[in-house]
């Protein structure tokens, strides 16, 4: 027979967003439960990726403190300019003096595990193979949760942390599906590369290799993700990614991304000769981001709260439009909503008077608004098809070079940023500085915190 039971605060969703919000609320005495549909946390998500240094600095107390499994610090940006396979020009402007990093380059699963580790430390109740398949409605109001088991989970306040592709803020009336414009489909290579290669090809950078549309090895048609190489401890991700609509098109896009890795394979002298030779390749995987929803006013006017419900992350369209990355995004959104949800449930209403204080501290922080509205890559676009080479550089070096750091683009939300957390507290550089060298250390000696599953 279906369970019917209760709890202060249920979060729906183990990824990246979803553990910080539950531990912030389990810390506060709340009886919080964790649903996640996967075996084990960051099992669905895909495989691996680059945190900015930003989310680790200005996120939760605990990840900076804490000794979470990161692959490789990242503290070069190298962007290699392609014409006929080969390089003719080299920005590696972007880049920092180790032990500092720009990133760190990290596994989905294990850092997830990592994050759900610390909720259940706290006091959370983690279940996963979990699926919530629809919210608990009355009288519009969001009271919890009907699982793929027919049990229902009752809460006081909902956090939902589902990332893309879940459907219970469109099922509570408040959300609707992503347009296509706003997403972006992309492929992920998983190479094998034993860590003295990575270490010499690489050392402790990642890349981008721009080209026009015609070399055919960047983004099909000039329009998405420029193709990239995350390194990591003893493996490397090329990476690619295509809207799913182009110029009002629908283009086959399972067609098209293979076939310009191939084209970037068999051309690019670099990928032919110091790193083919040193690779195996391990898996391909898929995954789609609304990489451009804050850019489209119709997706970034969606709620991102409702009576009841508190959305996060890429849910709540927190993707980073410039970087690719909304894990930065997921922790500080994942913050903001475990403090609402905790005065909520200390003065017994969860009604939208007092969840709205959630978007009031979203629009305030330094970083959010800011992720979501960087039209840089936006802009390029125009650029590619344009065929102006010049430009592309100048404006590859104000995307993922030094001029990432001018006050119009990173320089504003990072000076804000700095003065906010300067004012809490005086010793947090030093804070900073000791996190940026116990990372180092930790890569250095591959040692970190034990994960309860591996």
Not at 27 to 51: D, Q, W
Not at 236 to 244: K, M, S, T, Y
Not at 366 to 378: F, G, H, K, L, N
């Amino acid at each position: 027979m279906a369970a019917v039971e209760t709890c202060d605060v249920l979060v729906v969703g183990a990824g990246f967003g979803g553990p910080v919000a539950a531990r912030r609320c389990a810390e506060a005495g709340l009886e919080t439960i964790i649903l996640e549909r996967s075996r084990v946390p960051g099992e669905k998500v895909v495989s691996g990726l680059v945190i900015p240094f930003y989310g680790f600095t200005f996120g939760p107390d605990f990840i900076r403190e804490g000794n979470p499994p990161i692959e490789r610090p990242i503290c070069r940006v190298v962007n290699r300019f392609v014409r006929g396979g080969e390089i003719y020009a080299t920005d590696s402007t972007l880049r920092v003096p180790k032990p500092l990093a720009l990133g760190y380059s990290a596994y989905c699963k294990p850092f997830c595990t990592w994050l759900a580790d610390r909720a259940v430390e706290a006091g959370a109740e983690l279940r996963t193979s979990t699926t919530a398949v629809e919210p608990i409605l009355e009288k519009g109001a969001v009271k919890g949760v009907i699982t793929d088991r027919g049990d229902e989970i009752r809460c006081r306040v909902l956090i939902d942390a589902g990332g893309t592709q879940n459907r219970l803020a469109i099922q509570a009336g408040l959300r609707r599906k992503y347009l296509p414009e706003a997403l972006e489909l992309y492929m992920l290579w998983d190479f094998e590369m034993a860590k003295e290669d990575v270490d010499q090809t690489f050392g402790l950078s990642m890349e981008f290799f721009h080209a026009l549309p015609e070399e055919g090895i960047g983004a099909p048609l000039g329009y998405g993700s420029t193709l990239y190489i995350f390194t990591y401890r003893e493996s490397i991700h090329p990476g690619l990614g295509q809207f799913l609509v182009t110029r009002g098109e629908i283009p086959n896009l399972a067609k098209l991304l293979p076939q310009y890795f191939e084209n970037f394979q068999n051309k690019v002298t670099r990928w032919k000769r110091d790193i083919a030779p040193k690779v195996k390749l391990r898996a391909t995987t898929w995954d789609v981001c609304p990489i451009y929803a804050g850019l489209i006013p119709e997706t970034r006017n969606m709620p991102i709260f409702g009576d009841g419900i508190l959305i996060i992350g890429d849910a709540a369209g927190f993707e980073a439009s410039a970087f690719g990355d909304g894990v930065p995004s997921a922790w500080f959104s994942a913050e903001l909503a475990a403090e609402v949800a905790v005065e909520a449930v200390r003065r017994g209403d969860s009604s939208p008077y007092v969840l709205r204080e959630y978007e009031k501290k979203v629009r305030e922080h330094p970083y959010i608004t800011w992720i979501i509205t960087d039209w840089r890559r936006w802009d390029l676009r125009k650029v590619l098809v344009s065929g102006d080479e010049r430009e592309l550089r100048r404006m590859i070096r104000d995307h993922w070079g030094v001029g990432a750091f001018r006050y119009r683009y990173s320089g504003r939300p990072l000076a804000k940023a700095v003065r906010e957390a300067l004012r809490r507290d005086p010793h947090a550089p030093l804070k900073w500085m000791e996190m940026f060298t116990r990372y180092f250390r930790n890569w250095e000696e591959n040692r970190f915190d034990p994960l309860s599953v591996s």
